[in-house]
């Protein structure tokens, strides 16, 4: 299955924004999806896991869930600060593979 | 804490195989998923595989045939070979901690791999 993002998304200091996270067959709720953030130059590293799980350190302004109705995953940014521009990728996984999206640059102007 | 950091060569010429090592500092490498993951300049991120603490592999369906892994726990370091590079291999190369439900949460800080002759 593949995993689909939007290109980009853009927001307010302040605001709040969502990212979804589609997948394109077999029900999202059957493989957790985790998120992570790369800053530019940086590694990725995780900020949701298990669908809206957030690891030690990472803000509660982040969080995930899942929908069924829509077969997607949502990572919400709220409070958005210039540090939280980034590119983010959601992740799942089947019996053989770990498959990403293909990523989605979030602009904090 | 618990560190990964990649290592080898980063100029690798079309045909050849490249070899990079992950040194895991910090904690031991058993009982985990060791992933290697690669991104194409100004790309999104490529699942290249797994390899489990008994030593059981996974891989990208597209790359499989050129993939190799391994695990050397008394070195606590684990390698990825990929043969029959071209330009299209050119990525920075991350090794990444997982587990059984596929969360990727530690990082290395990844390589750069370049395949030009």
């Known amino acids: 299955f593949m995993l689909t993002q939007p290109h980009s998304v853009s927001e307010s200091p302040g605001k709040t924004v969502t990212i979804s996270c589609t997948r394109s067959s077999g029900n999202i709720a059957s493989n957790y999806v985790h998120w992570y953030q790369q800053r530019p130059g940086s590694s990725p590293t995780n900020v949701i896991f298990?669908?809206?799980?957030?690891p030690s350190g990472v803000p509660d302004r982040f969080s995930g869930s899942i929908d069924s109705s829509s077969n997607s995953a949502s990572l919400t940014i709220s409070g958005l600060k210039t540090e939280d521009e980034a590119d983010y990728y959601c992740?799942?996984?089947?019996?053989?593979?770990?498959?990403f999206g293909r990523g989605t640059k979030l602009t904090v102007l | 804490q618990v560190q990964l950091q990649e290592s080898g060569p980063g100029l690798v010429k079309p045909s050849e195989t490249l070899s990079l090592t992950c040194t895991v500092s910090?904690?031991?490498?058993?009982?985990?998923?060791w992933n290697w993951i690669r991104q194409p300049p100004g790309k999104g991120l490529e699942w290249i595989g797994y390899i489990n603490y008994s030593g059981s592999t996974n891989f990208n369906p597209s790359l499989k045939s050129r993939v190799t892994m391994s695990l050397d726990t008394s070195k606590n370091q684990l390698s990825l070979m990929l043969s029959s590079v071209t330009t299209a291999d050119t990525a920075v190369y991350y090794c990444?901690?997982?587990?059984?439900?596929?969360?990727?949460?530690?990082w290395g800080q990844g390589t750069v791999v370049i395949v030009s002759s």
């Open positions: 910090g904690g031991f490498i058993g009982s985990y998923y």
């Open positions: 992740q799942s996984y089947d019996s053989t593979s770990v498959i």
């Open positions: 298990e669908d809206y799980q957030r």
């Open positions: 990444a901690r997982g587990n059984l439900v596929g969360t990727l949460d530690l």
